[in-house]
Structure formats: C-alpha cells, structure tokens
C-alpha cells in the first residue's frame, strides 16, 4: 500500500534574494544585545531524561548543570505541574552541587523511581513520593544499574549492568577487583573488537535484568532476586542489549542486541528479540531473515503488534531504516511506508494501537511523524527544528524535547492532530538567552554534483550590518552520512562562531542522511569528490550574492569526516586563511586497519588488501596530497579515539611541522572521539577561536599603540586589567590596526610582537576604556569576556 506524506515540502527554503538580502526582522538592537559566549553553553540547564506521570498530570525531568568555578556536574529532578493553563515547575531533589540524580520512571501517580548514588557503592535505583518528596533506597548493587524501565502489570524493573558469564552484579564487582589485583597486566584477544569507541574491550558485559518490586507499607521494596534474562541465550556471551521495553501484560521484555563474534567489527548485524520477564526461556530472535543493523523495537499498547526500524544491508551503518510491523499471532512481517525514501530514526506506537509516531529527518529539520497504520497516511506532528526525544501525553498531546539553533532542548506539548499548537513547559534558560544573540539558521540551494540540488545552512553575526563585509566561518559535518540541522549544541554550536563576528556557512552535501538514500547512498567510494565539489561550489555560490561576506577571510573546520576533508582540502585548495582538523583521518589506508568499526570503511571504501578497493582507497587519501598543504591548520585529537585513532591526528600534524607550516596540535589525554568534558569544550572553543582569528589578515598603516583598562561607570581612571572580546575591538575599535589578532594562547611567528591582557571581569564595572594613538574610547563588554591578547605588527 503507498503511504501518503502530508506537509513535505522539498522547495527552497528562501529565494537568492534572501542570501544578498537577510530579512532586517530577525535582527536584533544591538544595542541593546550581548554576545553568545561558549560559557553560556557551558553553564547552561540541560532537559535531559523525563517521563509523564500514568494521569498525565505531571512531567519529572533531569535538570543538567555545569559549574565552571567547581568544576563539577549537577543532576537534580525537577516536577512540572501540568494541571493548570501555566505550567508550574519546582524542585524534586535538591541541586546539590555534584549530586547526580537520573533518569525518572514513575511507580504510580505518587512516586517516581529514579537512578542515583547517594551514599551508595554505585548508582543504585531510589524513589522519591511526590506528596512530601521523602526518598528511599530501593537496591544496594556494588556495581552501577542504568536505563530502568517499569512495568505496572509484571510489578518489575529492568535495567541493564555490566557482569561476567554466570556471575552476579556484586559477584562481578568482587571478581573486577580481583583482576585488578593481579600482578601482570597483559590482555590476551583472539578477535576484534579489542576496543570500541574509547574503551578497550574485557570480558565484563552490560545484561538485561529484571528484578520484582512493589509497594509495601507505603514503601516500594524489591520482592526477589535479580535475574539475567539473558543468561540462557545459546549465541555468543558477548551480545549486550540497547533499547528494551515490557510487553503490555508485563510476560516478556523485546530488545534490540548486535550479533557477536569473530566477525562483528566488520558486521553491523542486529537482532530483535522477545524473552520472558521472569528469563525461564531463552531469548527468541523475530529478525533472523536481516543480516543489516535494527533498532527501537516496540510492542503495541493492544499486545498484537511488534514494530521496529531494520535495516536491509549488511554492513552498512547508514542504510535506510525501513519500518517492519511483526504481527505476534502469525509472526507475519509487513514492511510500512514502502514508497519512503527517507530513514525514521524512532518509532512509538499511539495508545490506541493506532498510529506510529516517529522522528523523521528531511532537510535541516528532525519532526515527528505520524502513521496511520491502516491508510498509511502520513501527518507532521511537529514544525521546524529537532525532537531530541517525546512521549504520548494524552490520546490528543504528545510530550516532546525540541530544539532548534536559537534555543537549547525545552519540553513541550504538542496536538497529535497535526495543527502544530504548542505550549512550551521548560525555561530553565530563558532568562540567560533573552539579552544575547544566537542567529536563527536561514537556508539556500544550488546545483552540486550530478547537478543536483544541495542545501546550504547560514548564520548572521553578532552586530550584522549588510553594509559591512564579516568573515566566513565554513562548518563541515561528520558522518559523512550525518546532516547540520536547525539544532542546538552543546560541543560544537554555531553560535560560538557567529558571536565572534563571523558568518557561519554550512553545506550538507552529497552523502548526507536527509535528502534521500539515493542521496546518501552516493558517497560510497567518493569520500574526496562530490562532497568536496559540492563544498567548493557552494561556497563559491554563497560568495558571488553575499556581497557581506568577505571572500578573502574564510576560516574552515570539521569533525571526523569533516576532518577527513579538511586533510582533503589542504592538498586541494589554499583558498582558506585557516583550517581546523578535529578528529580527523590522515591515511584512509591507516585509518581503515586502526579503526574498531571495521564495516563502516569497508563499505564507504573498500578493504585495503584488495587490489580494486585498494585502488579507491588511495583515490580518496588525503595523505597522497601532502606535498601541497600550505595553509595554517590547528589539529585536535584525543588519546581516547578509538574510531579515528590519535595517530592520525600526530600524522597530520607531523606532516604540516616538517614542511615548516603554521600549526598547533590540541591533545586530550582524557577524550574519545570528541571533547565533551565542559572545561575541555571551552578549551577546545578558544584554541578554535585562536586558530582563525590569527590568520585574518588586516592592513596595518602604522605601529599602533594600544592601551586599555577597565572603568567604573563612565569616569576614565584606570582601574584593574579585564578579559575582553578580540573580536569587539577588531569590530569597533581597531579594525586596520592589527595584522594579527590571536584569540588566547601564544603566538610564536618571527617578527611579531606579543603583549597580553588577563584578569577576570569585575562585577561593579561594566565599561572598558581604550586608548588608541593617545585618543580614547569606551565600550560595555557585556555579561562575560574572554580573549586576553592584541599582536602588534611592525609598520607595513
């Protein structure tokens, strides 16, 4: 049966007029707007895991914050009263700095179950009543439990922890130490993965569990022992569970687990299967005719139906995920939407068994989705943006996480009728984002490869005068089959960038996940040609009509596959002022032998000990086109990174140092495959800002003598030193002053001079003087400065 798709438009999100016109409404006073600084990211409140109460009259969330004067992360649970027409939300548990409480699951209508140490040896579940909030321990397990879920009718958890074969949860902790006591430290491994991600593999393996509670005298207490239902799987020990959830009448649990074994690093094979609750049988596969990835399986609230996302292609991660419904009675499969060319990435079924929600990514936004099962009509649910996660509220709402590039992840309830209405319920941040400026992500299309048409994302900065020319920050995505969307985020966000006075251009180029697997699909064996087509042809596009971009100053930066290319692009172009590799891959030879996902390069490549793909492997290596780097580059690797590993990072970078190019190397001792600890992020965000801003040129007429203090008010006696913006003064003050400005760090180029401002904003001042050539001048930092250098150059 055709499936109908409702409120799809694939048309140009605005006109060629638009790019050399930005529309004056989404800009702000700039008088009256600060700038967005990688510190309000940093310490913002994160919505994280939430769950709406069995009445839908509640919703408890994770409210996430960072502290950067102590360095520590704070979890506490916060409660949203949805009962009146103005959501009210307070405090669950306390915000104790450094307390972690996670992940709410609600009992009833009166308590929520949730994950925390609290004193304990390791994270253990624990309830809370929402009546008086009084807490109580439930388990006591010396090794963590995660990812509880709760079934009403089986009256018991699941959760998954990390045990040996035929071990227990504190048998395993006791068996953890004994190992480490052991006076070798050798490691014997007869078959990949030995590492995956960033941890090296062992014999310790996460397990589903169930484990019976109930509510006892008012107290919710365990009732048995925990089980593995597991344990009877006949299949290699090794497969570790994902997503899991109770079938409606509590007997069995369905779960989603990559098939182990010799060949799993160059497989992507994953099962679905259903095993009882209480694990008295071994497991049952129900997708044992797909050999390709599956994920977000799910029983129908009716008990007849089992639905989840299977891919069809061994060996390829980026397939398109086609919906299958398992009918229970019959185990007859059916597959949904057959005409789709997209890939939903989850699926829910309605309450009444009627619908499939999901998230559907098309172009730069991830909506949600609604299916009709019986006429395959198809209804977006949400507007512009991202759904991070959501929940059936009512049989009318759905509860979503939502995000777009002006805003973090807020809760909202949305009408399931398609109307788009929607009542925000978080805003945590709100009050931190109203003075500052984040752009909002305008779109374009050109003619790329195969003359095709391919999308490009823009950002405006800080300040934005179309009279004036700003430099172009070029964004490259990973993946490659990944997009940039109109989202937040919390490592790498546009707005960092953007609040630094440049441009922000992205394009999401042939490979990329949102336009098609066609689309998707043409990047096999292509890595160096048509992304990198679509890349240079883009940006010339957007050059030619943006007459504010300035054409001379552009900066580009990408992470894994974006680094890739930005190997690539060195020995293509020396077009760029400056390029940040983040993780990126140096040999796609090295790479391909070194990395713990085997499948990924395989299929995107080839393998490298065959002539033919060895062939395309070299056609693609960045490595073969050293000789032509020319171009300052920052590099940024973790020791951790076992997906793209730290050598090719040093490879890199030992190839831009020998030939005498400008260059630094960011190394993290601590980080995979990406910075994510916070104090690394913002690290990471001033080495970034460092590397570009030292290598915009501007034309110096004179030695310009610089001084600068801070002041109180608006008298001009000196006072202490204070952290400024680099780029306010470049924007307003000395704008041909400079060769050079260097955002933080050192600088170590012969002939330059280096002079260094530091210190700490003192609240009680809120104006900088600035004495330029004995002339002075005045500006308001705003709410948070950084950037602590001015490069002086000699006389032109």
């Known amino acids: 049966m055709r499936f109908e798709l409702l409120i799809l438009s694939l048309l140009?999100?605005?006109?060629?007029?638009?790019?050399?016109?930005?529309?004056?409404?989404?800009?702000?006073?700039?008088?009256?707007?600060?700038?967005?600084?990688?510190?309000?990211?940093?310490?913002?409140n994160r919505v994280?895991?939430?769950?709406?109460?069995?009445?839908?009259?509640?919703?408890?969330?994770?409210?996430?914050?960072?502290?950067?004067?102590?360095?520590?992360?704070?979890?506490?649970l916060k409660l949203i009263d949805l009962s009146s027409d103005t959501p009210k939300t307070s405090?669950?548990?306390?915000?104790?700095?450094?307390?972690?409480?996670n992940r709410p699951v609600w009992f009833n209508d009166d308590h929520i179950l949730f994950e925390a140490i609290r004193g304990s040896p390791a994270y253990n579940l624990f309830s809370i009543s929402t009546a008086d909030n009084t807490i109580s321990q439930i388990t006591n397990y010396t090794s963590d439990i995660s990812n509880i879920v709760y079934s009403k009718n089986a009256k018991h958890i699941a959760f998954v922890s990390s045990v040996y074969k035929d071990m227990t949860i504190d048998e395993s902790t006791k068996e953890t130490e004994r190992i480490k006591g052991n006076p070798s430290s050798g490691v014997v491994y007869d078959k990949l993965f030995m590492r995956y991600l960033n941890y090296y593999m062992s014999d310790l393996k996460s397990k589903l569990f169930t484990q019976p509670i109930d509510l006892i005298d008012g107290k919710i207490v365990t009732t048995g022992k925990a089980v593995n239902v597991m344990a009877k799987y006949k299949g290699?020990?090794?497969?570790?569970?994902?997503?899991?959830?109770?079938?409606?009448?509590?007997?069995?649990?369905?779960?989603?687990?990559?098939?182990?074994?010799?060949?799993?690093?160059?497989?992507?094979?994953?099962?679905?299967?259903?095993?009882?609750?209480?694990?008295?049988?071994?497991?049952?596969?129900?997708?044992?005719?797909?050999?390709?990835?599956?994920?977000?399986p799910v029983y129908s609230p009716d008990g007849k139906h089992i639905a989840w996302l299977q891919m069809a292609t061994p060996g390829y991660e980026s397939d398109q995920n086609k919906i299958i419904l398992y009918e229970i009675?019959?185990?007859?499969?059916?597959?949904?939407?057959?005409?789709?060319?997209?890939?939903?990435?989850t699926i829910k079924f309605s309450n009444d068994s009627k619908n499939l929600y999901m998230t559907l990514p098309i172009e730069i936004d991830e909506p949600i989705y609604k299916l009709e099962i019986a006429t395959q009509k198809l209804t977006r649910i949400t507007d512009g943006g991202v759904v991070v996660d959501y929940r059936e509220l009512a049989?009318?709402?759905?509860?979503?996480?939502?995000?777009?590039?002006?805003?973090?992840?807020?809760?909202?309830?949305?009408?399931?009728?398609?109307?788009?209405?929607?009542?925000?319920l978080t805003s945590d941040n709100d009050e931190m984002l109203k003075p500052v400026w984040t752009s909002p992500v305008e779109t374009f299309w050109f003619k790329g490869a195969f003359d095709e048409q391919v999308q490009g994302l823009v950002l405006y900065p800080y300040g934005f005068d179309p009279k004036k020319k700003y430099p172009v920050f070029f964004l490259i995505h990973g993946g490659p089959q990944a997009s940039y969307y109109d989202q937040w985020s919390a490592g790498t966000n546009y707005n960092y960038y953007t609040n630094q006075g440049y441009i922000v251009l992205m394009i999401n180029f042939h490979g990329s996940r949102t336009y098609g697997q066609k689309f998707t699909d043409s990047i096999q064996y292509n890595w160096g040609t048509y992304p990198y087509f679509d890349l240079m042809e883009g940006l010339d596009y957007f050059l030619k009509h943006a007459k504010y971009a300035d054409e001379k100053n552009v900066v580009a930066m990408g992470g894994s596959y974006g680094g890739y290319m930005i190997n690539w692009i060195n020995g293509q172009t020396n077009r760029f002022n400056a390029l940040v590799s983040y993780v990126g891959s140096f040999s796609t030879v090295s790479a391909t032998y070194s990395?713990?996902?085997?499948?990924?390069?395989?299929?995107?490549?080839?393998?490298?000990?065959?002539?033919?793909?060895?062939?395309?492997?070299?056609?693609?290596?960045?490595?073969?086109?050293?000789?032509?780097?020319?171009?300052?580059?920052?590099?940024?690797?973790?020791?951790?990174?076992?997906?793209?590993?730290?050598?090719?990072?040093?490879?890199?970078?030992?190839?831009l140092q020998r030939q005498g190019i400008d260059s630094k190397f960011l190394f993290y001792p601590d980080e995979g495959h990406g910075a994510s600890r916070p104090p690394n992020v913002l690290q990471l965000q001033d080495e970034i800002f460092g590397c570009a801003a030292a290598e915009i040129p501007l034309i110096p007429t004179k030695r310009t003598r610089l001084e600068y203090s801070t002041v109180a008010k608006t008298a001009l006696n000196p006072q202490e030193f204070t952290e400024v913006s680099i780029m306010h003064l470049l924007d307003n003050y000395i704008p041909?002053?400079?060769?050079?400005?260097?955002?933080?760090?050192?600088?170590?180029?012969?002939?330059?001079?280096?002079?260094?401002?530091?210190?700490?904003?003192?609240?009680?001042?809120?104006?900088?003087?600035?004495?330029?050539?004995?002339?002075?001048?005045?500006?308001?930092?705003?709410?948070?400065?950084?950037?602590?250098?001015?490069?002086?150059?000699?006389?032109?």
Not at 51 to 73: E, F, G, L
Not at 248 to 275: C, H, L, M, R
Not at 406 to 411: A, D, F, G, S, V
């Open 329 to 345: 009675a019959t185990s007859k499969q059916t597959r949904l939407m057959s005409d789709n060319i997209y890939s939903p990435n």
């Open 48 to 76: 994280q895991a939430f769950a709406a109460s069995p009445n839908s009259k509640h919703v408890a969330y994770v409210r996430y914050r960072y502290n950067i004067t102590d360095n520590k992360i704070t979890r506490n």
């Open 595 to 655: 990395t713990d996902e085997q499948f990924f390069r395989i299929h995107d490549l080839g393998t490298p000990w065959i002539k033919a793909d060895r062939e395309v492997i070299e056609k693609n290596n960045p490595e073969r086109f050293v000789a032509n780097w020319k171009t300052p580059t920052l590099i940024v690797h973790g020791a951790l990174d076992y997906r793209v590993t730290l050598t090719e990072g040093i490879s890199a970078f030992t190839a």
């Open 12 to 44: 140009p999100a605005f006109s060629l007029g638009d790019i050399a016109n930005p529309d004056p409404k989404i800009f702000p006073d700039w008088s009256k707007t600060q700038r967005f600084l990688p510190e309000h990211v940093a310490e913002s």
């Open 236 to 296: 290699d020990y090794g497969i570790e569970p994902s997503t899991y959830s109770f079938s409606p009448d509590g007997k069995s649990i369905i779960f989603s687990a990559k098939i182990t074994g010799v060949e799993q690093s160059w497989n992507t094979e994953v099962g679905v299967f259903t095993v009882p609750t209480d694990g008295s049988a071994e497991p049952k596969r129900i997708n044992s005719n797909f050999k390709g990835a599956a994920a977000s």
């Open 91 to 101: 405090d669950l548990t306390e915000p104790n700095v450094g307390q972690r409480d």
């Open 395 to 424: 049989d009318d709402k759905i509860l979503v996480q939502h995000t777009r590039a002006i805003y973090p992840p807020n809760l909202f309830s949305v009408s399931s009728n398609g109307d788009k209405k929607a009542k925000q």
């Open 736 to 796: 041909k002053a400079l060769k050079k400005a260097c955002y933080g760090g050192s600088n170590t180029k012969i002939g330059c001079s280096w002079t260094q401002f530091s210190g700490n904003i003192n609240p009680a001042i809120d104006h900088v003087a600035l004495k330029i050539d004995d002339e002075y001048v005045s500006y308001q930092p705003g709410i948070r400065g950084r950037v602590p250098g001015i490069l002086f150059a000699d006389d032109a």
